[in-house]
């Protein structure tokens, strides 16, 4: 866009960018070291920083024009023009929505409470084999990613596939009213920010995405969630549901026991596949990234071979081997429902090899007044799997531990650990099972997680043992 449409979509007038109008911009960026020829730097102000500091650096790196809540007299100096608005991130989602305007691109939005990014990742990764792709890099799915990522696309894609993540009331209105998507897809749905979401429900909320679908879109819903498919239901959507629960839907996954893959049903036609998914919450996504590839017009044979070179993005259900232990990756975040999701594969994974299961664990975080109920849920959780051993990082050890009183057998060993250092000690002082375990590491971004499996993998390597290997 130039300069000149870019203030014309916000309603400044015209003389907010005198001599300027013709200057063009093909991306939005909100951190100054990214800033370069051709960039729109918005100034966001934050808890800690504020963009609007560093508006000088960024036109020092490049930026071709500013975005601003507030006058900056001394950046207008240097020669770009400040586009001054009252909210400067209401204003960059204002541009997205106008360049969302001007694509032809079908646009997909993604929405869930668990495995939503994983979801996008796969679907993108399918589509992109009928043509152009964009996407939203990793979970960048707020009102500042979303619309950076909008931004940051040519125009000529065939597809867009877009994360719409909320926490908060009001979240997903303003997201979904900037995409109006050609294809809503929603996940699933179970507690997560219910400190944010708690008033009407996560189901609600999420549910509103369907309230600003495209002229003639289509949602796609999970029909194993009953609360999700009342709301949906009331939207006046019309959906199309899928199930990996075995209910009646078009659109549906069961596990091939035999071949070690999903038989996906897609609307009377039957696809069996190799995905990069595992378990129950395996099936959900494969389900989920082959119907909307199916909505959207492409064959069995294209969404296989999307699925064949879809990968993971990090920190999700990734595999290692390190020395003896396979250890599932799953650091990235939590909630109830992804915690319970990982857990399940995690235990099926150890009933299918024989090995012991340890469960590297850190407390979940934004569940607010349902905080302990939820954690001592998941302790009951981990005494029906039969978790072997524990080690748990955060606040609410104790709910979990109440939780566990309530197993029938012997409770597993439970460690406390506060940071990477503590935890090498205490897992190389017991040596859990050394000849080998299933080992899922899962917590809330809080705990940092990924840091004490890089100790660990450190420590290994240190000890002459064979270093992580990706399988």
């Known amino acids: 866009m130039t300069v000149g449409e870019m203030a014309q979509a916000l309603g400044l007038p015209a003389d907010s960018c005198a001599g300027h109008e013709g200057r063009v911009l ?34 020092e790196r490049g930026a071709g024009a500013v975005l601003a809540s507030r006058p900056l007299p001394e950046v207008a100096a240097l020669g770009v023009p400040v586009l001054v608005v009252p909210d400067s991130v209401k204003a960059l989602g204002r541009l997205a929505a106008h360049w969302r305007d001007r694509t032809a691109a079908k646009v997909v939005c993604v929405t869930g409470t668990a495995g ?24 960048h799915n707020n009102q500042i990613g979303m619309p950076c990522a909008v931004l940051d696309t040519d125009g000529d894609e065939a597809f867009w596939v877009m994360e719409a993540g909320i926490s908060h009331e009001g979240d997903m209105d303003e997201l979904a009213a900037i995409l109006r998507p050609d294809l809503a897809v929603i996940l699933n749905v179970g507690p997560g920010h219910t400190e944010g979401l708690g008033g009407k429900g996560v189901a609600w909320h ?46 549906s996954a069961r596990m091939d026991e035999m071949a070690g893959n999903f038989h996906l049903e897609l609307a009377g036609k039957g696809l069996a596949a190799a995905t990069p998914f595992h378990g ?8 989920a990234a082959a ?18 070179e879809a990968p993971l993005p990090p920190q999700r259900s990734a595999r290692k081997e ?9 650091t990235y975040n939590a909630n109830p429902l992804s915690m319970r999701r990982m857990l399940e594969a995690a235990a099926e994974e150890a009933r299918g090899t024989g090995l012991p299961l340890v469960a590297v664990l850190g407390e979940m975080g934004e569940l607010g007044a349902e905080s302990a109920k939820h954690h001592e ?30 197993a029938p057998h012997a409770a597993p060993i439970w460690t406390p650990v506060t940071g990477p250092e503590d935890f090498v000690r205490a897992w190389e002082t017991a040596a859990p099972f ?38």
Not at 116 to 139: F, Q
Not at 280 to 287: K, Q, S, T, Y
Request: with cysteine; glycine share 12%; net charge negative.
């Open 322 to 330: 390190l020395g003896p232990w396979r250890v599932i990756d799953d």
């Open 291 to 308: 119907a909307a590839a199916h909505l959207l017009g492409l064959s069995e044979d294209e969404i296989r071979r999307g699925f064949a």
């Open 434 to 471: 050394p000849q080998g375990a299933v080992v899922l590491f899962k917590g809330s971004r809080v705990n940092r997680l990924e840091e004490l499996l890089a100790a660990l993998e450190k420590a290994q390597a240190g000890e002459g043992r064979e270093e992580g290997r990706v399988l």
């Open 26 to 59: 093909a991306r939005a960026v909100t951190d100054s070291r990214e800033a370069a020829p051709g960039a729109l730097f918005v100034c966001v102000p934050g808890a800690r920083v504020d963009g609007h500091d560093f508006a000088a650096s960024a036109v």
């Open 377 to 406: 849920d998941l302790g009951r959780l981990l005494g029906r799997l039969g978790v072997d051993a524990i080690y748990w990082k955060g606040g609410h050890g104790e709910d979990v531990r109440a939780g566990l009183a309530e």
């Open 280 to 287: 129950a919450f395996g099936a959900e996504n494969a389900i």
């Open 116 to 139: 939503k990014t994983t979801l996008k990742e796969a679907l993108a990764a399918i589509l992109a084999v009928r043509g152009k792709t964009a996407k939203t890099p990793l979970n």
């Open 206 to 251: 999420k549910a509103r995405l369907l309230a600003h679908l495209a002229p003639e879109g289509t949602a796609l819903v999970s029909a194993d969630y009953a609360d999700l498919v009342a709301e949906a239901q009331a939207s006046g959507a019309k959906p199309v549901y899928f199930t990996a629960a075995g209910a009646d839907t078009p659109y």
